[in-house]
């Protein structure tokens, strides 16, 4: 932890969710605090990005394509060239027969990462597009 001053806060929320909330949290081995701390990490890595566009990201596009689709990979990979000044990793994995997810992580200016995210989601066979950002300092 950081030599960080710690606020205490009070927040209202439903039973039900709380119950949840306590079960996953006992699984996972930490508390409460750190749930809420985590949550809104990574709720402002959410939001943030939609009022904040300029500056450095890092984060993962996530994609599920058909990959039967006619001269869709081929286009994957010419795209991912064309924007090899923020892609730093891709990983493809087969699904089954008909569907395979890549993962393609990626840094760098966030108007040419959402233009990647864009750009493949466009194209014809692609089913699936998921950005996932994460902030180096929240």
Do not use: W
């Not at 990574?42 to 984060?59: R, V």
């Not at 993962?60 to 924007?83: N, V």
């Not at 087969?94 to 989601?121: F, Q, R």
């Amino acid at each position: 932890m950081s030599n960080e001053k710690m606020v205490r806060i009070s927040a209202t929320i439903p039973p039900k969710l709380l119950k949840e909330l306590d079960e996953i949290i006992e699984k996972i081995g930490i508390d409460r605090s750190k749930a809420i701390q985590n949550a809104i990490r990574s709720f402002l890595n959410e939001y943030k990005p939609i009022f904040e566009k300029e500056g450095f990201n890092i984060g993962s596009i996530i994609l599920i394509y058909d990959h039967k689709a006619r001269g869709l990979e081929e286009k994957l990979t010419d795209i991912q060239h064309d924007f090899s000044q923020v892609i730093n990793s891709t990983m493809h994995i087969h699904l089954d027969e008909n569907n395979c997810l890549e993962i393609i992580a990626v840094k760098g200016e966030l108007k040419i990462i959402e233009k990647l995210s864009k750009t493949l989601l466009s194209l014809k066979g692609v089913k699936q597009v998921k950005l996932a950002l994460i902030s180096t300092k929240a």
